[in-house]
């Protein structure tokens, strides 16, 4: 008689300073170095950067304190994948999974990686150059495709990062922890040069901006992309020690990081720069640190903007590819991506998925359109996994919560009703791109009902 092969399982191997890490690293990418411009444009003066700041931190934490009762009682890996399956069912679940895996996420990852060669550029200047042009209307507004050289050195770095964290959660989890404490440095080191070095400016006139609601919302998307990213440890939970434990502290422990580092780097711009110069600067914390050391203090933010956009490259691979795995564990995805490898303990079929799909969204120049239109959708579904405290505190009051959220039901419901305002200040201000993303996700349906008539009682829980 034939032996059943034993199963393969992700093993526990992330501690609590990885996962911290995978939460600072992940969330601070470039958006610290490029949106207070966007933020000042829209509301006018730095008192209300701060106060948009400080609002989109709070809120961030908001959300963190729910999920931080989520992941605790729940450290499976996907994540909101799972939190939304158990909450409302499997089909939620699974449009949060398709639309991570082939939108969200993977358009995340391609950003980044592109991010990074345009930083490279300011010492390899040929990297812009085009190598190839796809007679085709594929580019932007339907002209040629240009390919450059820089697109090639992105999609090498996503697929160096694939292969590291194919290798084991543990050694990506260190590579996290060591590009995370390094890029915290250098950003400490440009905010001590602005704070401490760097002159402040001669008194400006307040500038009338008339604020608008149009306008703040408008300030605090740009602030919530930045913050995006402090969700992403949960989908790793079923790899972390003492998730109980451990992931609470993480996600809680990690924003309250973000928040003071993002407020101390603004501190320091704005005391170098005028707000209509921070307005009309493309790259904030370059133009800060060259009035304050010249061309190799621009240099250094360049190095800075390199090694957290790396992390955050590192992170989201590491994390995102849990989403699919469990969609696929749970028969609702193509069946190979749950394999985990035997040597490894890795999903890695899943990290190759999304990493080489990434890579190629990076040479198409699509993914910026494509992450745009599902913004619309995704914060609905944040919405909802929020809300899906309160709603297994009903439907599930026996499940164990080692950790239940500060400010309960305040706190969750802050973080819905805000999440709906978002969602309908952007339907109202883009709706082709919105009704598009939604149209886009939706497409997932056929898939979802082909496996869900294959195994009919996949992905359900009792």
Same mark, same amino acid.
């Given at each position: 008689?034939?032996?059943?092969?034993?199963?393969?399982?992700?093993?526990?191997?992330?501690?609590?300073?990885?996962?911290?890490?995978?939460?600072?690293?992940?969330?601070?990418?470039?958006?610290?170095?490029?949106?207070? /411009?966007?933020?000042?444009?829209?509301?006018?003066?730095?008192?209300?950067?701060?106060?948009?700041?400080?609002?989109?931190?709070? *809120?961030?934490?908001?959300?963190?304190?729910?999920?931080?009762? *989520?992941?605790?009682?729940?450290?499976?890996?996907?994540?909101?994948?799972?939190?939304?399956?158990?909450?409302?069912?499997?089909?939620?679940?699974?449009?949060? $999974?398709?639309?991570?895996?082939?939108?969200?996420?993977? $358009?995340?990852?391609?950003?980044?990686?592109?991010?990074?060669?345009?930083?490279?550029?300011?010492?390899?200047?040929?990297?812009?150059?085009?190598?190839?042009?796809?007679?085709?209307?594929?580019?932007?507004?339907?002209?040629?495709?240009?390919?450059?050289?820089?697109?090639?050195?992105?999609?090498?770095?996503?697929?160096?990062?694939? $292969?590291?964290?194919?290798?084991?959660?543990?050694?990506?989890?260190?590579?996290?922890?060591?590009?995370?404490?390094?890029?915290? !440095?250098?950003?400490?080191?440009?905010?001590?040069?602005?704070?401490?070095?760097?002159?402040?400016?001669?008194?400006?006139?307040?500038?009338?901006?008339? *604020?608008?609601?149009?306008?703040?919302?408008?300030?605090?998307?740009?602030?919530?992309?930045?913050?995006?990213?402090?969700?992403?440890?949960?989908?790793?939970?079923?790899?972390?020690?003492?998730?109980?434990?451990?992931?609470?502290?993480? !996600?809680?422990?990690?924003?309250?990081?973000?928040?003071?580092?993002?407020?101390?780097?603004?501190?320091?711009?704005?005391?170098?720069?005028?707000?209509?110069?921070?307005?009309?600067?493309?790259?904030?914390?370059?133009?800060?640190?060259?009035?304050?050391?010249?061309?190799?203090?621009?240099?250094?933010?360049?190095?800075?903007?390199?090694?957290?956009?790396?992390?955050?490259?590192?992170?989201?691979? *590491?994390?995102?590819?849990?989403?699919?795995?469990?969609?696929?564990?749970?028969? /609702?995805?193509?069946?190979?991506?749950?394999?985990?490898?035997?040597?490894?303990?890795?999903?890695? %079929?899943?990290?190759?998925?999304?990493?080489?799909?990434?890579?190629?969204?990076?040479?198409?120049?699509?993914?910026?359109?494509?992450?745009?239109?599902?913004?619309?959708?995704?914060?609905?579904?944040?919405?909802?996994?929020?809300?899906? %405290?309160?709603?297994?505190?009903?439907?599930?009051?026996?499940?164990? /919560?080692?950790?239940?959220?500060?400010?309960?039901?305040?706190?969750?419901?802050?973080?819905?009703?805000?999440?709906?305002?978002?969602?309908?200040?952007?339907?109202?201000?883009?709706?082709?791109?919105?009704?598009?993303?939604?149209?886009?996700?939706?497409?997932?349906?056929?898939?979802?009902?082909?496996?869900?008539?294959?195994?009919?009682?996949?992905?359900?829980?009792?």
């Amino acid at each position: 008689m034939k032996k059943d092969r034993p199963v393969i399982e992700l093993r526990r191997d992330l501690g609590l300073w990885g996962a911290v890490a995978i939460v600072v690293g992940t969330v601070i990418g470039s958006g610290i170095f490029l949106v207070p /411009r966007a933020m000042v444009q829209r509301v006018g003066s730095p008192s209300m950067v701060f106060a948009v700041w400080v609002f989109g931190g709070l *809120l961030s934490l908001c959300g963190a304190l729910s999920y931080a009762e *989520l992941a605790a009682a729940m450290p499976e890996a996907g994540g909101e994948y799972v939190y939304l399956r158990e909450a409302y069912g499997p089909l939620w679940g699974f449009l949060y $999974g398709w639309t991570q895996m082939w939108v969200a996420k993977s $358009g995340s990852i391609a950003t980044l990686a592109t991010g990074f060669f345009y930083y490279l550029t300011n010492f390899f200047p040929s990297l812009d150059g085009v190598f190839y042009t796809v007679p085709l209307p594929l580019g932007a507004h339907g002209a040629p495709l240009d390919l450059r050289y820089g697109q090639l050195l992105a999609m090498a770095l996503i697929m160096f990062l694939a $292969g590291v964290n194919y290798f084991g959660v543990k050694l990506g989890g260190e590579v996290q922890i060591t590009v995370t404490i390094v890029k915290v !440095l250098l950003i400490a080191f440009i905010i001590v040069a602005g704070m401490g070095f760097g002159k402040a400016h001669a008194p400006a006139p307040v500038v009338a901006h008339p *604020l608008t609601i149009a306008g703040f919302f408008a300030a605090l998307v740009a602030a919530l992309w930045a913050y995006d990213g402090w969700n992403n440890v949960s989908m790793v939970a079923s790899e972390i020690r003492q998730p109980q434990r451990s992931l609470p502290l993480a !996600l809680i422990g990690g924003t309250l990081a973000v928040i003071c580092i993002y407020l101390l780097a603004n501190a320091a711009y704005f005391h170098v720069l005028t707000a209509p110069e921070v307005g009309g600067s493309e790259r904030v914390a370059a133009d800060m640190m060259r009035r304050v050391a010249g061309g190799w203090g621009a240099n250094v933010v360049s190095m800075a903007a390199m090694i957290s956009i790396f992390a955050a490259l590192n992170g989201s691979i *590491l994390s995102g590819s849990r989403v699919p795995y469990a969609m696929a564990r749970d028969r /609702r995805f193509f069946a190979p991506v749950a394999n985990v490898n035997p040597a490894h303990h890795t999903p890695g %079929v899943s990290i190759l998925a999304l990493s080489v799909w990434s890579a190629l969204l990076v040479l198409s120049g699509q993914y910026d359109q494509l992450f745009t239109y599902v913004i619309f959708a995704s914060w609905i579904l944040y919405g909802m996994t929020t809300a899906a %405290v309160i709603v297994l505190r009903r439907k599930r009051p026996d499940l164990p /919560r080692p950790y239940r959220t500060l400010g309960y039901p305040v706190l969750p419901v802050l973080f819905v009703l805000v999440a709906v305002v978002l969602v309908l200040s952007t339907l109202f201000d883009s709706p082709r791109e919105s009704l598009l993303g939604l149209s886009f996700i939706f497409l997932g349906l056929p898939f979802y009902f082909h496996w869900k008539r294959r195994y009919p009682d996949a992905g359900l829980r009792p």
